[in-house]
């Protein structure tokens, strides 16, 4: 039981901690997750149950093209400004001492405002809302637990189904041949879901360093092999320039962090880190045609965690210290097609914040010994 207590509860700090999502337009799908956890925690057993939900939310307005920031696009009023509200409905489950299972059933409520959608001369708002995209996974440490308390790695694997929206509709004004409104897909960064059937490759990494004071790492890639999803953009509608852009892709993703972690008292607990958060220009598999805003965030990324018994909370704000929007494929097609240079922009939020609450059900209580309740305790 000394080794089951260390597990889990690095388990479930680094597995949630690990799907932290990319920011603004650089449309990373609801891989929104923050929960933390002390490591005097009760452990999850075989048949044991964590419940929880973590809610996230960020603004994004500052935009860049490459690592360049476009500040007259605030000065002129000219910006697209997009607000993101997620949260997740998560299960994991101790299959047994050392494999996990979890299933995440993300909800959005998003909205963009914007000139350039609505004939440029009047900013409107358009939203969407629902059922995102589903994921099941399924984990295993790669260390016996009883031989090697101070440090493990786990690696898992999962799926994400197509279940959000990736259709979702609303008004645009002033579009029409007589500026009538139109009914149209939302921009694919508000989208509920992407339309992709997806496989997710996660790991996680610890290290004790000393009393109360453990390294980690971890991180997911996402492939998605579908290469459009077949929604209609209307970019094209804005220049025949556009027209490569005119169907969404359904971008891959990927996410690293690293950092420390640090019991600060028997239920507090801290982290401090760096974390990269990137849509690539290319997919691992399938081809790259459509519509993506590649882009990327290198961010710090402060954690503080309460634990008390089978409850935990969490909050985690990371800051972006650096914002990159490249060219897309589209962007490099056109450039070649005109001879004239191609660079599209995205909008980058300055911060997320991520919020996250959890109980765990234990099927049974085991008494922890207080010899090893010492190892953890800071001193």
């Given at each position: ?5 260390y ?26 997750s923050?929960?933390g956890?002390s490591?005097e ?15 996230r ?5 500052r ?7 476009e500040p ?29 299972t979890?299933?995440?059933?993300p ?6 405002s914007s ?21 099941l996974?399924?984990?295993?440490w ?31 004004y002033n ?9 149209r ?18 790991f ?13 790492a ?5 492939l ?21 852009e ?15 972690s ?13 974390r ?6 290319k ?48 962007d490099?097609?056109t450039?070649i ?14 911060y ?6 959890s109980?765990?059900f ?18």
């Amino acid at each position: 039981m000394i080794i089951k207590l260390y597990h889990i509860t690095l388990l479930f700090f680094l597995f949630t901690t690990s799907f932290l999502t990319a920011q603004g337009c650089v449309a990373i799908r609801h891989f929104s997750s923050c929960v933390g956890s002390s490591l005097e925690n009760n452990v999850l057993n075989k048949g044991d149950i964590q419940l929880g939900l973590n809610y996230r939310y960020f603004k994004s307005y500052r935009h860049f093209r490459g690592t360049h920031e476009e500040p007259d696009r605030i000065t002129n009023n000219t910006e697209v400004i997009n607000f993101s509200h997620s949260t997740d409905f998560f299960l994991t489950y101790g299959i047994s001492d050392r494999v996990y299972t979890s299933i995440t059933i993300p909800t959005v409520f998003n909205s963009r405002s914007s000139l350039y959608e609505h004939g440029r001369n009047e900013r409107n708002t358009t939203f969407s809302r629902g059922l995102g995209d589903v994921r099941l996974g399924v984990g295993w440490w790669l260390l016996p637990l009883e031989t090697n308390p101070k440090g493990n790695i786990a690696i898992g694997l999962g799926v994400k189904l197509p279940t959000g929206n990736y259709n979702a509709s609303d008004i645009f004004y002033n579009v029409g041949l007589n500026n009538e409104p139109q009914t149209r897909p939302v921009d694919q960064s508000i989208q509920p879901g992407d339309g992709g059937f997806g496989f997710t490759a996660d790991f996680q990494w610890y290290q004790k360093l000393t009393n109360g004071l453990f390294s980690y790492a971890s991180g997911f890639y996402l492939l998605n092999p579908r290469e459009i999803n077949g929604i209609r953009t209307f970019r094209e509608t804005l220049s025949p320039l556009l027209e490569n852009e005119s169907i969404m892709a359904v971008p891959d993703q990927y996410s690293v962090r690293t950092g420390l972690s640090y019991s600060l008292s028997p239920t507090i607990s801290s982290s401090l880190g760096a974390r990269f958060d990137c849509v690539p220009v290319k997919d691992l598999i399938g081809g790259n045609e459509g519509f993506r805003r590649p882009g990327n965030v290198l961010s710090i990324d402060p954690g503080i965690g309460f634990n008390k018994s089978n409850f935990s909370l969490n909050l985690n704000v990371p800051f972006a210290i650096r914002r990159e929007r490249p060219q897309s494929i589209t962007d490099i097609q056109t450039e070649i097609q005109t001879g004239n240079p191609r660079h599209g922009d995205a909008a980058f939020a300055d911060y997320v914040i991520n919020f996250a609450v959890s109980y765990r059900f234990s099927s049974n209580k085991v008494p922890v010994p207080p010899e090893f309740m010492n190892e953890f305790k800071t001193k």
